[in-house]
T-cell receptor, first 116, second 117 residues
Framework: AQKVTQAQTEISVVEKEDVTLDCVYE???????LFWYKQPPSGELVFLIR??????QNEISGRYSWNFQKSTSSFNFTITASQVVDSAVYFC?????????????FGAGTRLAVHP | DAMVIQNPRYQVTQFGKPVTLSCSQT?????MYWYQQKSSQAPKLLFH???????NEADTPDNFQSRRPNTSFCFLDIRSPGLGDAAMYLC????????????????FGDGTRLSIL
């Protein structure tokens, strides 16, 4: 079965702290894609990054970095020097191929609160 | 520029009164999705269209239906809304659903928050 687990329900940090959001996934597929989305209080889901199962290279984009480890089925997301604007719910998602179509399943989300 | 547009942002309807939510896109994507997101939960896929081909998730209630008259527009119809249908409804689009295209991210609209009186 396909599953995404985000064990951290809520995280609270003070501005400028580093924070890591955990994501663990389960899949039997050999080809799959992982995504992170941000959902600010306004409600829209904003795409942050995708990673395919054959590319374990970590990625850095400004203050954001992602650590994909296939051996532990994890795709963790780190925000360096957090800012108040980072406050949002972050969703990890797994895209897999089923019944002739691609489907996306989300983890339960981690609510990040960054305080001044 | 808005690429996936959902109207209205907030919708209030009465218990049992049919309601339609709309979604339009300027991306010319062939796939459109509808998700339901209840408070503090992950989005849950209701159904999607690949072009005109409609695909319903097995656990989507019969109360929920959808129409896609053309590439740009997709509607979510709730025939007889119950209190449990109060949620955020998110529309998303992507290019293709074949395995080769599965790296394409889904682009989401701002959502419509539905309240039931």
């Amino acid at each position: 079965a396909q599953k995404v687990t985000q064990a951290q329900t809520e995280i609270s940090v003070v501005e400028k702290e580093d924070v890591t959001l955990d994501c663990v996934y389960e899949t039997r597929d050999t080809t799959y894609y992982l995504f992170w989305y941000k959902q600010p209080p306004s409600g829209e889901l904003v795409f942050l990054i995708r990673r395919n199962s054959f590319d374990e290279q970590n990625e850095i984009s400004g203050r954001y970095s992602w650590n994909f480890q296939k051996s532990t089925s994890s795709f963790n997301f780190t925000i360096t020097a957090s800012q108040v604007v980072d406050s949002a719910v972050y969703f990890c998602a797994l895209r897999f191929f089923s019944g002739g179509y691609n489907k996306l399943i989300f983890g339960a989300g981690t609510r990040l609160a960054v305080h001044p | 520029d808005a690429m996936v547009i959902q109207n209205p942002r907030y919708q209030v309807t009465q218990f049992g009164k049919p309601v339609t939510l709309s979604c339009s896109q300027t991306l010319n994507h062939n796939v459109m999705y509808w998700y339901q997101q209840k408070s503090s939960q992950a989005p849950k896929l209701l159904f999607h269209y690949y072009d005109k081909d409609f695909n319903n998730e097995a656990d989507t209630p019969d109360n929920f239906q959808s129409r896609r008259p053309n590439t740009s527009f997709c509607f979510l119809d709730i025939r007889s809304p119950g209190l449990g249908d109060a949620a955020m409804y998110l529309c998303a689009t992507s290019r293709g659903t074949l395995a080769a295209d599965s790296n394409q991210p889904q682009h989401f609209g701002d959502g419509t928050r539905l309240s039931i009186l």
